[in-house]
């Protein structure tokens, strides 16, 4: 059962019981909405909660927005200020995921995005791993990534998540952990709710922002840390499906997923089937960063809790 009592609704923060929209909204019906996923670490350590790269992902709910023809009604400032007030009256001790919450509220039948009435939302509950096992095993699903040109892949629109699901529940059903899915044009995309990264021969590569992929904030703190820390070379490229049978390491990486070693792809070990040098060093290296211990980053951390 979810452990948080409160949400930010309707303009203030209310017991959670209380935040609940009509079976007529029109975001339930069609998915009109975008959202964020953030997370807050619990360092122990500090008795404080950090949370990771707040203010990216309000950058990014604002942008999401402009695409979906939505007005958030707040600044950057106000939804970090929203964001942190709701955690300290929640009072956590663990780690928690964090979802903010565009939507038009509206009880219209109506297929559009103008002309309705936009609504904000956040609530927060505490939350471990989004992946439960340390390593994956993935297939590529049968599933295509959706087009920018149909679903704008750079929102985090809520109607797109459903080709998310049906890759994710594919995948599940099959026995894997996690779903690779193609674009239209048939190279990698990403994972169900992660970008995804290749190593061979020294070289981390990615597929670019081209490739119908997020512009996940995780992947730029991955490209980060592997560049200042690791002094890997990144490229951005299209990769083929049968690049990632030949790889000498692969990996998700995402707010939810964090960093996540894939061990296996379509029943085919990836590498030697075990964890590559580079995604146990960047395992390891971001569960540092996130909980605050490394210096370099410490501004990435947003800490909720007065000292």
Known sequence: MPNNRFAFFNGEIVPIEQATVSVMTNALNYGTGCFEGIRGYWSPEESQLLVFQLRAHMERLHRSCRIL???LPYSVDELCAITIELLR??????DVYIRPLVYKSDPAIAVR???LTDAFTLFALGFGQYIDAPTVRACVSSWRRIDDNIIPSRAKASGAYINSALAKTEALLNGYDEAIVLGSDGQVSEASAANLFIVRGGTLITPPLTSDVLEGITRQVVAQLARERLGLPLVER???RTELYVADEAFF???GAEIK????I???AVGDGQVGPVSGQLVRLYADVVRGR???YRQWCTPVYER
């Open 89 to 94: 009256r929640e009072e956590f001790r663990e």
């Open 261 to 264: 070693p894939i061990i296996e």
């Open 238 to 240: 299209p990769i083929d």
């Open 294 to 296: 490394v210096p370099e």
């Open 253 to 255: 990486c995402g707010t």
């Open 69 to 71: 023809y939505m007005q």
């Open 113 to 115: 995005m103008n002309g």
């Open 266 to 268: 379509d029943r085919r």
